[in-house]
T-cell receptor, first 114, second 112 residues
Framework: DAGVTQSPTHLIKTRGQHVTLRCSPI?????VSWYQQVLGQGPQFIFQ???????GRGNFPDRFSARQFPNYSSELNVNALLLGDSALYLC?????????????FGSGTRLTVV | DAKTTQPPSMDCAEGRAANLPCNHS???????VYWYRQIHSQGPQYIIH???NNETNEMASLIITEDRKSSTLILPHATLRDTAVYYC?????????????FGQGTILTVHP
């Protein structure tokens, strides 16, 4: 079975631009969470979507938004990019919205803002 | 979520057991202890979790002290491929919604 797939794997954007990152969860998984990992730090929670509704949001500005589609894939959008948005963006999927089922992470999208 | 404290780095010889400690002295009664690891350039990988009983799976064992203020992840026969950052997370898994709070983790280096 395919794992969690994220696209693109690498991306370079200019300050002020907009970016869209994509995630396809494992088949049958209805929960998708997004994390930001800055170099040298642990991942930081951004959003969770379950059954196409936002279920949780981390401490990130409104420039960050996301949505989940009927097939449970998800997009993370970031507007007005800043240099500090450079990071590895990780998507995690799970059968349930609850942590007890364990989350499966993708390999991430490496975003560089110049 | 309870704060966890882990040593920044540890070494282990290949074939020996790797014992990774974690302190979570402020853990509340409904919070589980989760362990994830992150191998370089990959996303975190779920290892194991537990509430108060010791747990074992094909990857590792989790030993939680009786007062639940600390735990130890045991990799029984470490290999070079176990070199990774290991994260200990305390989370109310039965009620939280995908928000795992990762700390700095422990960099485990397995050497030949």
């Amino acid at each position: 079975d395919a794992g969690v797939t994220q696209s693109p794997t690498h991306l370079i954007k200019t300050r002020g631009q907009h970016v869209t990152l994509r995630c396809s969860p494992i088949s049958g998984h209805k929960s998708v969470s997004w994390y930001q990992q800055v170099l040298g730090q642990g991942p930081q929670f951004i959003f969770q979507y379950y059954e196409k509704e936002e279920r949780g949001r981390g401490n990130f500005p409104d420039r960050f938004s996301a949505r989940q589609f009927p097939n449970y894939s998800s997009e993370l959008n970031v507007n007005a990019l800043l240099l500090g948005d450079s990071a590895l963006y990780l998507c995690a999927s799970s059968f349930s919205r609850l942590a007890n089922y364990g989350y499966t992470f993708g390999s991430g999208t490496r975003l560089t803002v110049v | 979520d309870a704060k966890t404290t882990q040593p920044p780095s540890m070494d282990c010889a290949e074939g020996r057991a790797a014992n990774l400690p974690c302190n979570h002295s402020t853990i509340s009664g409904n919070e589980y202890v989760y362990w994830y690891r992150q191998i370089h350039s990959q996303g975190p990988q779920y290892i194991i979790h537990g509430l108060k009983n010791n747990e074992t799976n094909e990857m590792a064992s989790l030993i939680i002290t009786e007062d639940r203020k600390s735990s130890t992840l045991i990799l029984p026969h470490a290999t070079l491929r176990d070199t990774a950052v290991y994260y200990c997370i305390a989370d109310a898994g039965g009620t939280s919604y995908g928000k795992l709070t990762f700390g700095q983790g422990t960099i485990l280096t397995v050497h030949p």
